[in-house]
């Protein structure tokens, strides 16, 4: 399970971290409280700032970082069982790690749907619009078109429900970079069986490692490049996970 802190060493800001988080440079896109970013009824009277944020997020060609390739190399290794992301940047994507492999539990800037007929549109169709700063219309009806985003009080995608079968059959459950406050992602983490491990590697202590750990956790605080950083060594992949990131880097 990750969330918006694997993507800080990429250069994106996440939500809360304070001074440096999302909602604390919100001021610029003039909204009357951060949260209204990611809510429908705002986005239909202003849906300006929601693609200012899109263009910035999307366009600005962020590159994954060491934990994506990390993820990347259980994958290739035949490690992971599933990436469940709360990233709507699609670094994952970018990695290399395959879509089966991911579910994008708040959605992704790969497609997109007309808010008033929701005619499907496949996501490209819509940047030439943001890259220019003017909002995509939907060609059928000229309804505003949004990219598939979850937003608050809209449902997680259909891939969510995976969940009910992959959470009982995993042997370790790693947490990264993730506050564990947005729901129901968050209750993931205590969907494994109680003999499963469960590592958390973020800044802060958060959810139920707080407040109602386990016997078998492991918490590591601290920067989460360090964090993984560590654990790739003591696993002895060190070289492997350079390699393949010099191979993804040689591509660009
Ligand atoms: P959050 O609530 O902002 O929490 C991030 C967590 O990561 C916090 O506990 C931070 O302390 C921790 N963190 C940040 N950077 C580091 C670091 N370098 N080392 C260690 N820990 C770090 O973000 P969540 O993902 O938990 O919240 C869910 C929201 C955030 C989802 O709906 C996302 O769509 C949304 N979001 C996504 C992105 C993105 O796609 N990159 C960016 C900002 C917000």
């Known amino acids: 399970m990750v969330g918006a802190g694997i993507s800080t060493p990429s250069g994106i800001p996440d939500f809360r971290s304070p001074r440096s988080g999302l909602y604390s440079s919100l001021q610029q896109y003039d909204l009357p409280y951060p949260e209204a970013i990611f809510e429908l009824t705002f986005f239909s009277h202003n849906p300006k700032p ?3 944020l899109a263009k910035e997020l999307y366009l600005r060609s962020y590159r994954p970082n060491v934990i994506h390739y990390f993820l990347r190399l259980l994958h290739d290794k035949g490690l992971l069982l599933r990436l469940y992301t ?4 699609g670094l994952e994507r970018v990695s290399g790690i395959p879509a089966s492999k991911l579910v994008e539990a708040h959605g992704s800037f ?10 499907p549109s496949p996501g490209k169709d819509i940047w030439a619009d943001v890259a220019v700063d003017r909002i995509p219309r939907c060609p059928v009806c000229t309804g505003v078109v949004k990219p598939d985003i ?3 009080g809209e449902a997680l995608p259909q891939r969510f429900l995976m969940h009910v079968v992959d959470f009982p059959m995993a042997d370790l459950l790693l947490i990264l970079g993730t506050s564990l406050e947005v729901e129901p992602f968050a209750s993931l983490s205590e969907a494994v069986q109680s003999s499963v491990p469960r590592l958390l590697i973020n800044r802060d202590l958060v959810g139920p490692f707080a407040w109602h750990p386990r016997s078998r956790d ?3 605080l601290g920067d989460v490049v360090h964090g993984v950083e560590r654990l790739v060594e003591l696993l002895g992949w060190t070289e492997e996970l350079q390699d393949l990131i010099q191979q993804e880097t040689e591509k660009v």
């Open 86 to 89: 709360q990233n709507i940047d």
């Open 50 to 52: 929601f693609f200012t």
């Open 218 to 220: 492991v918490v590591q």
């Open 110 to 119: 790969a497609s997109a749907t007309c808010t008033v007929c929701r005619r």
């Open 150 to 152: 979850v937003f608050f």
